[in-house]
């Protein structure tokens, strides 16, 4: 199984400050052919089910405030909340789903400073 | 709006059953992929089981030969039938509709649309 790995496991940032959270992945979840990073990212605020935020490791899907940004390729990936808001409080995960069985990071839990 | 609403979930003694349901509306769900995702007390997710579209099953080590996924075409439900069921299987279960992907022949899924859980604890 691809093991993914998040840092850090908690995380305090200001509002208005830049929250930057990394997935690794234990082997690459690139596919060379149509060069694609079968990378999500969610957020899960409390009390709620996981929301899809991004997919192919940049795409971010309808209705996400343009302040998630997601990078990275190969086995290293980044989630960026430009401009930290108050409502972004959560544990986000990122997914692989290049193999089988899909598996999810561990988690960082995103709070205000 | 594509929602899912799950039901069936308990408190069950180690050893019981429980049948886990999940009802769509916006979509149907053998014209999909439809997964199980689970997340216990205070941790991460773990993937459970998905069906595809074309009604092929798989399951993760951890409950395999214990669950069983399963859909109902004329109810449009998806099922989740858990049996052996063990403390470690406490946890809130989430259904989940696959966006799928076709890579050398292989359909791969992320999941984009979830329902709120249904939370199942097993203890004595």
């Known amino acids: 199984d691809i093991v993914m790995t998040q840092s850090p496991d908690s995380l305090a940032v200001s509002l208005g400050e830049r929250a930057t959270i990394s997935c690794k992945s234990s082997?690459?979840?690139?596919?060379?052919?149509?060069?694609?990073?079968?990378l999500a990212w969610y957020q899960q605020k409390p009390g709620q089910p996981p929301r899809l935020l991004i997919n192919?490791?940049?795409t971010r899907e309808s209705g996400v405030p343009d302040r998630f940004s997601g990078s990275g390729s190969g086995t290293d990936f980044t989630l960026t909340i430009s401009s930290l808001q108050a409502e972004d409080v959560a544990v986000y995960f990122c997914?692989?789903?290049?193999?089988?069985?899909?598996?999810f990071g561990q988690g960082t839990k995103l709070e205000i400073k | 709006e594509v929602q899912l609403v799950e039901s069936g979930g308990g408190l069950v003694q180690p050893g019981g059953s429980l049948e886990l349901s999940c009802v769509p509306s916006?979509?149907?769900?053998?014209?999909?992929?439809m997964s199980w995702v689970r997340q216990a007390p205070g941790r991460g997710l773990e993937w459970v089981s998905v069906i595809s579209s074309g009604g092929t099953t798989y399951y993760a080590d951890s409950v395999k030969g214990r669950f069983t996924i399963s859909r109902d075409k004329p109810e449009n439900t998806l099922y989740l039938q858990m049996n052996s069921l063990r403390a470690e299987d406490t946890a809130v279960y989430y259904c989940?509709?696959?966006?799928?992907?076709?890579?050398?022949?292989?359909?791969?899924?992320?999941?984009?649309?979830w329902g709120k859980g249904t939370t199942v604890t097993v203890s004595s």
């Open positions: 916006g979509l149907t769900v053998t014209s999909n992929y």
């Open positions: 989940a509709r696959g966006q799928t992907v076709i890579r050398d022949l292989y359909y791969f899924y992320y999941l984009d649309v």
């Open positions: 997914h692989q789903y290049y193999d089988t069985p899909p598996t």
């Open positions: 192919w490791a940049s």
């Open positions: 082997q690459s979840v690139l596919y060379n052919s149509n060069n694609k990073n079968y």
